[in-house]
C-alpha cells in the first residue's frame, strides 16, 4: 500500500535527495511537540500511535532531542490554545498541531511564531499565516462519495449524511463537497443528516435516532470515517434494505464489507486520510528546523479503498485500526520537493 501511495504522490527519490542535502543543519538538540485536540476514535488513536512509533525512532537515533505528545481532555479550542501556550513556556522548538478550529487557535499559534516556535499543522489544520498546513482536499473526498454513488446508481434517490466532529474544518470541508457533489450530479437528495464524530459507537446511535424520521428508499449513507460500520448496525437492526455506504477505511468497516461481498456481493468504496499523516508532520517541522525551504502549504492524497483491493487492505490493517501509512525523513523531503 505505501508504494502505491507514493506513486501517487510524491517526486523521485533523486529529487528528495538533493532537497536532503540543502538543509544540513544539526537537529539533535531540538524538541518537537505535537499538540492534538481529541482521541475519541480509532482514526485518532492510530493517529498517536503513528506518531510514537516513527517519533520514538527519530529520537533514539538522535535526529531530535524530544518528540512529545500531548492531547486535550476535551474538544475545546480554549483548552487546546492553553495547551500550546504551556508547550511555549516550556520551550518547544516546534508545535505539531491538529487542531480544534481552523481559526480559533491563531492567536495562540502567532503566540509561538512570535516566541520563534516553528508550528506545522495537519488534519484540523489552522489559517494563521504564519503556520504551516499539511492537509488531503477534503472537500474532494465527500464529493469523491457522491461521484461514486452516482456512477453505482444512476436514477439516484435519497441519502443520508453521517457528519463529523461539529465545528472542526475537516468536518466542514467534507460535508460541503457531498453537497456540492449532490448539486452537481443532479440525481440525490439529502434526507437526513447526523453527527458521527467519526466513532462507530456514536454513529450507530445518532443513525438509529434519526432512521425512523427518513423515507423507506434510502439508497446510500456518505460518510466520513469511522462511522460506516455503525450505520451498517443501526440499519440492519431496522430491517431496512442495506443501502450502498461508503466506509472510512476503519478495520470492522473493512470487515463487514468483506463479509457482505463474499455472501452477497455487496460493493461500495472506503476513504479517509491516513493516520499516519502525523508522521509526515512531524518530519516537515524537523526540516524546518533543520532549515529547509517548505512551502507554507503542503497536500497529501486521501487513501482510498475499492472492490478490487479491498482483501489487500483489509489483510494490512490492524484489528482495531485504521488502514494506513507512516512517512519516513525521505518521504517528507520529496513531499517538500513537489510541493516546490
Not at 475545546?76 to 513556556?89: C, F, G, P, S
Amino acid at each position: 500500500m505505501k508504494s502505491l501511495l507514493k506513486v501517487t504522490l510524491y517526486m523521485t527519490t533523486a529529487a528528495g535527495m538533493l532537497l536532503g542535502q540543502s538543509a544540513m543543519a544539526d537537529t539533535s538538540d531540538k524538541r518537537i511537540a505535537l499538540s492534538n485536540n481529541y482521541a475519541g476514535n480509532s482514526w485518532r488513536q492510530a493517529m498517536l500511535r503513528s506518531w510514537e512509533k516513527v517519533t520514538s525512532e527519530a529520537v533514539s537515533n538522535g535526529v531530535v532531542a524530544a518528540a512529545d505528545a500531548f492531547t486535550t481532555a476535551e474538544n475545546q479550542v480554549t483548552e487546546q490554545a492553553a495547551q500550546i501556550q504551556n508547550l511555549i513556556l516550556q520551550g518547544y522548538d516546534a508545535i505539531v498541531i491538529n487542531a480544534a478550529s481552523p481559526e480559533g487557535l491563531n492567536g495562540s499559534v502567532k503566540e509561538a511564531c512570535d516566541a520563534g516556535v516553528t508550528v506545522v499543522s495537519f488534519d484540523g489544520i489552522v489559517t494563521e499565516p504564519c503556520a504551516w498546513r499539511i492537509a488531503v482536499d477534503f472537500k474532494q473526498m465527500g464529493k469523491d462519495e457522491v461521484l461514486y454513488l452516482a456512477e453505482k446508481l444512476p436514477d439516484g434517490g435519497q441519502l443520508l449524511e453521517i457528519r463529523g466532529l461539529a465545528g472542526v474544518f475537516v468536518d466542514d470541508e467534507i460535508s460541503a463537497g457531498i453537497h456540492e457533489g449532490v448539486a452537481e450530479t443532479g440525481k440525490f437528495e439529502i434526507a437526513g443528516s447526523v453527527h458521527g464524530n467519526w466513532a462507530q459507537d456514536v454513529a450507530q446511535k445518532a443513525v438509529a435516532g434519526i432512521l425512523p424520521s427518513l423515507p423507506d428508499d434510502i439508497v446510500g449513507v456518505v460518510t466520513q470515517g469511522g462511522d460506516g460500520y455503525g450505520a451498517a448496525q443501526a440499519i440492519k437492526a431496522s430491517g431496512r434494505d442495506m443501502p450502498i455506504i461508503v466506509m472510512g477505511n476503519r478495520h470492522d468497516e473493512l470487515t463487514w464489507w468483506k463479509e457482505q461481498k463474499d455472501a452477497n456481493g455487496y460493493e461500495t468504496m472506503s476513504v479517509s486520510i491516513a493516520p499516519g499523516v502525523s508522521t509526515l508532520a512531524f518530519w516537515v517541522a524537523q526540516q524546518i528546523l533543520d532549515g529547509a525551504d517548505v512551502p507554507k502549504d503542503l497536500t497529501v492524497p486521501f487513501l482510498r479503498i475499492d472492490q478490487d483491493n479491498l482483501e489487500e487492505n483489509l489483510a494490512n490493517t490492524e484489528a482495531g485500526g485504521v488502514a494506513n501509512v507512516e512517512y519516513s525523513l525521505e518521504d517528507a523531503q520529496e513531499v517538500i520537493k513537489g510541493a516546490m
